[in-house]
């Protein structure tokens, strides 16, 4: 199985012959040109193809590449300015379009030394379309939901259901119950498929047909400079953090051996982003080049969910690296514990306040997708920072007072530009001593993604914010000498 595992991995030999098909240069040099990576002026943010970018998004699906409809909604998610995409390399049957990546013998069992070509020809196209949107993709290798109770029992991976694996080759169990939630944790048996790496159960021949897969994806994504990875899916702290850890150094050794540089995560369960699983990610920057904080989505409390993105930014400061968050529960159809569409909204607008690089609605029940009302705040949030030079600024609620809880939080550059999101009709006082002379002020209707007229205030002093009307508001005040600041 070595030897197959090792004849797998040319698979990334043709990375510099094909790149071609996907209209991207992956010569020596290329890689340190244009790559999606951290932002050399700011690397809490990132920069693609030299410049700074802001990623917000929103889509129906978290498997995107299976979709039937991929480029018209791309399309849409351009129209309101999203320009990022969450894809996870799932493939279990959830609408009847998916396909598996193995080939389906006719005895109905699967070869997982052959593919089935279909797969992989809609993750190719993921990859083109996206790119040639200026759309970055934040690639999920493993999803562990594929691999509990009946979906494990259908899965492709269940040594029942291939030709290759056995219960006597691989540890690999007949059935695996859903992990069960209490006291604010997880409990239940860890799936063997996460223990595979040589730390934990040296699986040596399930390790090998995970690579295979692995290569075969980075056969794909390597040629590629807009592609960001995650090991998994929500990672349960009862699987030790060497699972994460061994394929992150796979991922870039191999991506190394191809002349490639990529940037890797992985994604925590825990909902306290300060809780130990956490820190797996936070004390290794060697390992993950950028943290992962979709689960504080699923924190509804306001102020708590702004803490704990805090105590993350606060804990990087002194090696900054993006923080991004790919997924925003929350929705008026989905369950209870994801939260309502003002908390998704809210927390939307949190995440950049925050000092992150990304934010996303998850897909639907469960999050907003690229519903109509996610589209409002996409739309929103990319005039007011299309207004600004947002690279250059922190979270400053330090410059707030007269503040009530969620009232307004701010992200500013003092003495250049001040920007404040108020969830709701409220008004502050703003700590402007670091503007001398004439500001510019300016208001966003965020609901209706409107611009009011710009007035003159002035600084050297504070600033009275009262907001225009009911709803939530953004407030943009400027020095007059930096004006539009992109």
């Not at 129906?60 to 969450?86: C, S, Y």
Request: with cysteine; net charge negative.
């Amino acid at each position: 199985m070595r030897d197959k595992s090792v004849c797998c991995r040319l698979w990334l030999g043709v990375v510099l012959l094909s790149a071609s098909l996907l209209n991207v240069d992956a010569g020596p040099g290329a890689e340190q040109e244009g790559r999606i990576r951290p932002y050399s002026g700011n690397p809490f943010y990132w920069q693609y193809q030299g410049e700074p970018v802001l990623l917000l998004g929103g889509s129906k699906d978290d498997n995107l590449f299976q979709i039937p409809d991929l480029q018209e909604h791309l399309d849409q998610m351009v129209a309101v300015g999203a320009n990022t995409i969450r894809n996870t390399m799932s493939d279990r049957l959830d609408h009847g379009f998916e396909v598996h990546p193995f080939h389906q013998r006719a005895d109905g069992r699967f070869d997982l030394d052959r593919w089935n070509d279909e797969y992989w020809r809609r993750f190719e196209n993921l990859l083109r379309w996206t790119a040639e949107r200026d759309i970055i993709v934040q690639i999920e290798l493993w999803d562990k939901w594929d691999m509990h109770a009946d979906q494990w029992l259908r899965n492709p991976w269940h040594p029942a259901k291939n030709v290759n694996l056995t219960h006597g080759n691989t540890l690999l169990a007949n059935a695996y119950a859903r992990p069960q939630y209490r006291d604010g944790t997880s409990h239940g048996q860890p799936h063997d498929f996460f223990l595979s790496v040589p730390a934990l159960n040296d699986d040596r021949v399930l390790l090998s047909y995970q690579q295979r897969f692995v290569d075969k994806v980075l056969s794909y994504s390597l040629r590629c400079d807009h592609v960001l990875y995650c090991i998994s899916n929500e990672i349960h702290p009862q699987y030790p953090p060497e699972w994460g850890w061994y394929w992150a150094d796979y991922l870039r050794q191999q991506a190394s051996a191809a002349g490639r540089g990529i940037e890797v995560t992985e994604m925590f369960w825990s909902l306290d982003l300060q809780a130990e699983p956490h820190r797996a990610s936070l004390d290794r920057p060697e390992v993950y080049t950028f943290f992962e904080a979709s689960q504080n989505s699923g924190v509804l409390d306001p102020e708590e969910n702004w803490n704990n993105l805090r105590f993350v930014y606060q804990f990087l400061s002194s090696r900054p690296r993006p923080i991004n968050n790919t997924k925003i529960y929350g929705a008026d159809s989905g369950p209870v514990w994801a939260g309502t569409t003002r908390n998704a909204q809210e927390k939307f607008w949190r995440n950049i306040f925050g000092g992150s690089a990304s934010s996303r609605f998850h897909r639907p029940p469960a999050g907003l997708g690229l519903s109509e009302a996610a589209q409002v705040q996409i739309k929103s949030l990319r005039m007011l920072t299309d207004a600004m030079h947002v690279f250059g600024c922190a979270p400053r609620n330090d410059l707030l007072s007269d503040r009530q809880s969620n009232e307004a939080y701010c992200l500013a550059e003092p003495g250049r530009q001040y920007a404040i999101y108020f969830p709701d009709r409220g008004d502050v006082t703003l700590d402007v001593s670091d503007s001398q002379g004439t500001l510019q002020l300016r208001w966003l209707d965020i609901p209706r993604s409107v611009w009011h007229p710009p007035q003159s205030v002035t600084g050297g002093d504070s600033l009275k914010l009262e907001t225009p009307g009911q709803g939530s508001w953004a407030a943009l005040v400027l020095a007059t000498e930096v004006g539009h600041c992109q």
